[in-house]
Every structure is written in C-alpha cells, then in structure tokens.
C-alpha cells in the first residue's frame, strides 16, 4: 500500500474539522423573531471550506507520496533560516494582530484601510506609484465591504473610539 503525503493527513483534519465545527453550528441560538438565522453565515462559510478541502485532499492524493511531501533543498535548518522562509505569512500575523489591536480605538472602515493597506505594502513592495494602487485598492475593497455590511445588511460594525 502507497503511503500518503502528509497534505492527505492535513486534508482529512481539516474534513474532520469542518464535520465537527458544522455539527456545532447547530448549537447557535435561533431567535424568536423573523430574521435570518445566525447560523446561516458560518453553515455558509464552512460549505465553501469543506469543498475547498475535498479539492485539497483529492490533489494531494492524486499527487501521492512524490507530492507535496517532498523535502525542498532550500528547506531551512536554523531558526534564521526559517523565519526568513516564512517571512510572509508571518507577516500577515503580525498585520492581523496590530489589526486586531486597533480596531478598538480606529474602527473597522480606518483599521480595515490601514491593514489593507499595510499588508498590500509589505508584501508588495513601496514606490510611489505602488503606494498610489495599495491605497486605491484598499479603500474601494474595504469601504465596498464596509458600505454593505453596514447599509445594505444592517450589521453594527465596530465604530472608532479614537475620534468621539
């Protein structure tokens, strides 16, 4: 028998993951009025992540063993080494937090730009003209978002408490 790759082994916790999660979206109180339910969104959320992750686990065992488990030889040794290989999802943890940290006293519309913005010039790079896109890009894909969640579906987004 073909041993698998260990994204077969992620794929299936991931499966599992999304079954117990889902089993527990059914704990989520229903409110007496006629609204849509509170579990829809995330019953939502984790139908897209469940099939996402049947794609995964259907690619990675077509990959077999030869896939994805395959040492890199760049593959880092020291913990330097490692950071630097991971320097962009580590990052984007870092981004979220200060995210999170300031979304208190920013708000969700000007901590969303900020951490779009931030991230998109991180990761990207900083010119000018760069500057200029990341801004741009930040400001129609969070206020877009922003605009529909608060006018369109009524949901009280944090506000800033910096400015009152």
Known sequence: MERFNRDVYVAIFLLLFSGVMFWASFDIRQPDYGVLP???WPRVILGA???LTFIYLVQSVKA???GA???LANEPTTVMGWVRYWHNPIICFICFFGFLL???YLGMLIDGVLFVFALLTMLGGFDARKAAI???IAL???GSMWSLFTYGLNVILPEAQLFQ
């Open 69 to 71: 488990s395959r040492k």
């Open 140 to 142: 129609i894909t969070v």
């Open 102 to 104: 300031l979304l208190p």
């Open 134 to 136: 990341h801004g741009a």
């Open 49 to 51: 992540f469940t099939a």
């Open 64 to 66: 077999g063993q030869d």
């Open 38 to 40: 509170p579990s829809t």
